[in-house]
């Protein structure tokens, strides 16, 4: 089969909601800020990460998806949770409860970001714990993620 599992399994499904897995990654920079995407499905703030596809790990699903909407080569460093417990409802009317792997990932090269879009991204940016707090556009699974990350505290259940 060829490698793009969700439109394979949407081909079967529709719309109907399903459980897919995903992961993502969380990249601090010297100041403490972390990368967010402005997604270009949901105009949106979120963590970068996407999909699993047939024969990945969750590593290599993490490390593949942050490069390819962000640019960066990463590295997974650190093993932060699992998040099983949220349900979303894409543009395209895709249902879906997701199950997130998020790692805390590190550049593997510099980071450069001002020019990057694709997309998946509309826009790249680092945001400190306060900005995130006060982003109006962000999930409320993103936004849990994060402050688990910035308390370092990861309360299993999610």
């Given at each position: 089969?060829?490698?793009?599992?969700?439109?394979?399994?949407?081909?079967?499904?529709?719309?109907?909601k399903v459980i897919m897995t995903f992961a993502g990654g969380i990249l601090e920079?010297?100041?403490?800020?972390?990368?967010?995407?402005?997604?270009?499905?949901?105009?949106?703030?979120?963590?970068?990460?996407?999909?699993?596809?047939?024969?990945?790990?969750?590593?290599?699903?993490?490390?593949?998806?942050?490069?390819?909407?962000?640019?960066?080569?990463?590295?997974?460093?650190?093993?932060?949770?699992?998040?099983?417990?949220?349900?979303?409802?894409?543009?395209?009317?895709?249902?879906?409860?997701?199950?997130?792997?998020?790692?805390?990932?590190?550049?593997?090269?510099?980071?450069?970001?001002?020019?990057?879009?694709?997309?998946?991204?509309?826009?790249?940016?680092?945001?400190?714990?306060?900005?995130?707090h006060s982003l109006a556009n962000i999930s409320d699974k993103h936004r849990l993620m994060l402050k688990e990350y910035?308390?370092?505290?990861?309360?299993?259940?999610?």
């Amino acid at each position: 089969m060829k490698k793009d599992y969700i439109s394979y399994l949407r081909s079967k499904v529709g719309h109907d909601k399903v459980i897919m897995t995903f992961a993502g990654g969380i990249l601090e920079n010297e100041k403490g800020q972390i990368l967010l995407q402005l997604r270009g499905d949901k105009k949106t703030w979120a963590i970068p990460g996407g999909a699993m596809e047939l024969g990945e790990s969750t590593v290599d699903t993490c490390q593949r998806e942050f490069f390819e909407e962000t640019g960066i080569p990463v590295e997974a460093t650190r093993f932060l949770n699992v998040y099983s417990n949220f349900s979303e409802v894409y543009p395209n009317g895709d249902q879906v409860q997701t199950v997130v792997f998020l790692y805390e990932v590190k550049a593997k090269s510099s980071i450069e970001i001002t020019d990057f879009s694709n997309e998946e991204t509309l826009k790249l940016k680092f945001f400190s714990k306060d900005d995130i707090h006060s982003l109006a556009n962000i999930s409320d699974k993103h936004r849990l993620m994060l402050k688990e990350y910035f308390n370092n505290t990861f309360k299993l259940g999610w």
